[in-house]
T-cell receptor, first 113, second 111 residues
Framework: NAGVTQTPKFRILKIGQSMTLQCTQD?????MYWYRQDPGMGLKLIYY???????DKGEVPNGYNVSRSTTEDFPLRLELAAPSQTSVYFC????????????FGEGSRLTVL | GENVEQHPSTLSVQEGDSAVIKCTYS??????FPWYKQELGKRPQLIID?????GEKKDQRIAVTLNKTAKHFSLHITETQPEDSAVYFC??????????FGAGTTVTVRA
């Protein structure tokens, strides 16, 4: 199993550009999450999904969109990138909620200039 | 999300000494408390967790204690080694079953 795979690992965007962070998992997990990690701030939940076709907002959803057309894939879309979106983004999956381990991807470092 | 406070933000210990990190939470209905370790440039990984029906759990050199009355839980690392240097995050699963993370503690083990 590859686990949770995120792409790209690094990206530099100009203000106003758009991009999609890809996330895929091969563990047949129902629950998937997107977090952003800022220095000294821990991990903040952006969006999550409890299964294919179902998504919901987390703590900091503004400026982002997600979709979940399959169990495996959970892409995160940034529209009109802003400097405040400079961060490290982690995708994670879980077999079902509150069961234990979140499996994280390797992270995507995004810089908006 | 739930308010989770984690202290200290940085911790420097001599190799072989113990390290303790404490987290407090606000929702008395919270029932699951994991700890994640993130090495520099790596992904967070679960190292130990505890549920609300247990007061303490140990796994080799690490242990977690939970005080539900006071709404705090702590990570204890004994006989610290250089490979224990990392950022440690506590997390709390509250009534909506989503995890809220603390801000992290950077632990440095001095040789």
């Amino acid at each position: 199993n590859a686990g949770v795979t995120q792409t790209p690992k690094f990206r530099i965007l100009k203000i106003g550009q758009s991009m999609t962070l890809q996330c895929t998992q091969d563990m047949n997990h129902n629950y998937m999450y997107w977090y952003r990690q800022d220095p000294g701030m821990g991990l903040k939940l952006i969006y999550y999904s409890v299964g294919a076709g179902i998504t919901d907002k987390g703590e900091v959803p503004n400026g982002y969109n997600v979709s979940r057309s399959t169990t495996e894939d959970f892409p995160l879309r940034l529209e009109l990138a802003a400097p405040s979106q400079t961060s490290v983004y982690f995708c994670a999956s879980e077999r079902q909620t509150n069961t234990g381990e979140l499996f994280f991807g390797e992270g995507s470092r995004l810089t908006v200039l | 999300g739930e308010n989770v406070e984690q202290h200290p933000s940085t911790l420097s210990v001599q190799e072989g000494d113990s390290a303790v990190i404490k987290c407090t939470y606000s929702d008395s209905a919270s029932n699951y408390f994991p700890w994640y370790k993130q090495e520099l440039g790596k992904r967070p990984q679960l190292i130990i967790d505890i549920r609300s029906n247990v007061g303490e759990k140990k796994d080799q050199r690490i242990a977690v204690t939970l005080n539900k009355t006071a709404k705090h839980f702590s990570l204890h690392i004994t006989e610290t080694q250089p490979e224990d240097s990392a950022v440690y995050f506590c997390a709390v699963s509250s009534s909506d079953y989503k995890l809220s993370f603390g801000a992290g503690t950077t632990v440095t083990v001095r040789a």
